[in-house]
């Protein structure tokens, strides 16, 4: 039987390293991916690491996302998601969007609004795709914005835009031609 162990930023530090560590050496990449390498710094951020393990207690995929609690306008408190990684070996079987639906029921009880994000590959990116999440332009650093409604707050946001976006509404048209051309991470950044 599968678990997924959620692990506190400030609480499970050491253990989080640990589960990143052995990630990393599953994964034999080349070079560590930027979202591995990235983990000690969305921790540090406050980002709360969700794991899901196969029933031989193997991560095979794992979700950062810091819960936002400041409330200062109607679009926050946001969820911030930092990062999503699946073991190579492992990719197209559901485990990132199984993982998401977790962190997202767990935003949704947290009192969250909107969920953002930067999603800097194909992978990524169509990962939002599949999640319906909408986009929001290019940043300069050639990473998709992302910032979307969460269960229970639709209808609130009709015709706005969100703070901080580079850009407008994103069609389905332009977020497939993103996938297709690749992103930062893609392109080795
Ligand atoms: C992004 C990533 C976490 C997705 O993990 P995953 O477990 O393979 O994702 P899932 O199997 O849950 O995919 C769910 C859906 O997302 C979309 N998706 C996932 N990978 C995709 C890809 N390479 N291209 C296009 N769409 C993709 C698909 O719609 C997929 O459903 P489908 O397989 O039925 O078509 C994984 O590819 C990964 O670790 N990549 C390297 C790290 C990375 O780029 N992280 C994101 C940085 S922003």
């Not at 530090?13 to 034999?28: D, H, Q």
């Not at 406050?46 to 991560?59: K, L, Q, R, S, W």
């Not at 990132?96 to 930067?118: F, M, Q, T, W």
Request: charge should be positive; include cysteine.
């Amino acid at each position: 039987m599968y678990s997924i162990k959620v692990y506190d930023p400030v609480a499970d530090k050491i253990e989080i390293g640990a589960v990143i560590k052995e990630m990393a050496l599953l994964a034999n990449e080349p070079k560590r991916h930027p979202v591995l390498a990235e983990t000690g710094l969305y921790v540090f951020w406050g980002a709360t690491v969700y794991v899901y393990f196969d029933e031989d207690d193997v991560p095979l995929s794992m979700n950062c996302t810091k819960f936002g609690k400041r409330k200062k306008n109607v679009w926050e408190p946001y969820g911030n998601w930092y990062g999503a990684y699946t073991l190579p070996a492992h990719r197209r079987m559901g485990y990132a969007y199984r993982l998401y639906a977790e962190v997202e029921r767990d935003l949704v009880k947290a009192g969250c609004r909107r969920i953002k994000s930067l999603a800097g590959s194909s992978a990524g990116l169509g990962l939002h795709r599949a999640l319906r999440h909408q986009c929001w332009g290019l940043t300069a650093e050639n990473e998709v914005f992302v910032d979307s409604v969460l269960p229970g707050h639709e209808g609130k946001y009709t015709g706005l835009t969100p703070p901080q976006a580079p850009g407008n509404l994103m069609t389905s048209k332009e977020v497939d031609f993103f996938i297709k051309k690749g992103l930062r991470y893609d392109h080795g950044k």
